[in-house]
Structures are given as C-alpha cells and as structure tokens.
C-alpha cells in the first residue's frame, strides 16, 4: 500500500495568516531598533550641536604638554577618567558616568536628565565658584559644559578650569562631555568621555 507523502515544510507554512503574522513581527522588531537608533542619534546631536557653538576651550591648571614627537596617547591613562569636581568652599560634587569611548571599548547609557533621576544633589550657594579636573596629564581638546533648565540645554563658560553656578536657587542639572584628539589629525579621536551631575543651589548666608 503506497505511503501518502507529507506536504513540503514550505507549504505547511504558507498560509496568508502566518505570512501576515510574520511580516507583523519583523516589522515590530525593526520599528524598536529604529527608535533606539534615533533616540542614539538625537541625544549624540545635541551634545555636538551644542558643543560647535561652544567657543571656550577647557584649561586644566598644571598640564605639561608633551615633549616633540611624543604621542599624546602614551601620555593618556589607560582607565577611563574620573572628573574630580568641587566647590571654592571645598565641598566634593559626585558625577554619574555617561557614554563614552576609551581604550577601544565604547559604552552608551541614557540621557543626562535620565541619568540623574533619583540622584540626591550636593547643596552649594548660589553662584559658587566651581572647578572640573579631569585628572590627566593631556587637557582635552574638547570640553563641553552644559546646564539644563526646563529640559533644554544651555552652554556654560569656563575658564582654566572653572565656572560658576547659576545665580536662581533650586536643583540645576549639568552635563559635561570631554575628548582627546590625535595630535597630528584633529579628527582622529584618542578617546572621550561624558558625566552628569546635580547641585541644589540654597542663597548666601
């Protein structure tokens, strides 16, 4: 008695419902990876939009350039660099570790605002002084500072190192972003880093 053959495995899913089914999942897959791709994009945006108008280049005190013919990445740590941050009355302003990219490892997280959510802020006095070292021998090329109220970014001035907190009492956001480049093409990155941080500013005594 001849055996009956079993219908190919492509017919057996061939139907138009479990086209349709399909086709609805990849499409929901690729829309997701879209909107984190944009979502990427945006916030990188901004901080270089932000950063192009910028015109302040960021001064750190006591950096020793580097001798001629020395690369400046023999010069850079091999760790990621730790902003140390405080006040002129000396208080310590802890930072939230953002994106970056260093020692050919790079590393993405969320927004500013969305890093500081649930972050106590240090309270400082109004239009405190305060300085940002980023603890290496070679100054960035590119620093970046900027303060956000409302939700929208504004740039902050610095100089050698320093700038001075906002003049309105209440919590102030603040997001930096730093990067070393290659001495001989200022377009090569040798690495870059950014950190957030909040301050609960409280008038003067």
């Given at each position: ?10 017919e057996?899913?061939?139907s ?12 929901e897959?690729?829309?997701i ?5 944009w979502?990427t ?10 950063s192009?108008c ?9 950096v020793e350039n580097?001798?001629s013919?020395?690369?400046?990445r023999?010069?850079l740590?091999t ?10 009355s000396?208080s ?7 994106s970056?990219?260093w020692?050919?490892?790079c590393?993405?997280y ?8 649930g ?11 305060v ?15 900027v303060?956000?109220?409302?939700g929208?970014?504004?740039?902050v ?6 700038f001075?907190?906002?003049q ?15 001495p ?8 870059d880093t ?12």
């Amino acid at each position: 008695m001849p055996s009956t053959p079993c219908p190919p495995i492509a017919e057996q899913h061939s139907s138009p419902a479990f086209r349709m089914e399909y086709i609805g999942e990849v499409f929901e897959i690729n829309f997701i990876h879209s909107v984190r791709v944009w979502t990427t994009l945006m916030l990188l945006g901004s901080v270089f939009l932000l950063s192009g108008c910028n015109t302040n280049q960021y001064n750190m005190n006591n950096v020793e350039n580097s001798p001629s013919g020395t690369s400046l990445r023999n010069n850079l740590p091999t760790e990621l660099p730790k902003p140390i941050i405080q006040s002129v009355s000396g208080s310590p302003i802890p930072t939230v570790q953002g994106s970056y990219c260093w020692e050919g490892l790079c590393v993405d997280y969320a927004g500013i605002l969305e890093l500081l959510e649930g972050i106590t802020p240090v309270t400082l006095l109004v239009g405190e002084d305060v300085s940002i070292d980023m603890g290496t021998d070679v100054a960035p090329d590119e620093f970046n500072l900027v303060e956000y109220v409302d939700g929208k970014a504004h740039s902050v001035s610095l100089t050698a190192g320093s700038f001075q907190l906002a003049q309105e009492t209440g919590i102030h956001y603040y997001g930096a972003f730093a990067r070393w480049s290659s001495p001989t093409d200022s377009n090569v990155s040798l690495g870059d880093t950014s950190f957030a941080f909040a301050v609960h500013l409280v008038e003067k005594k």
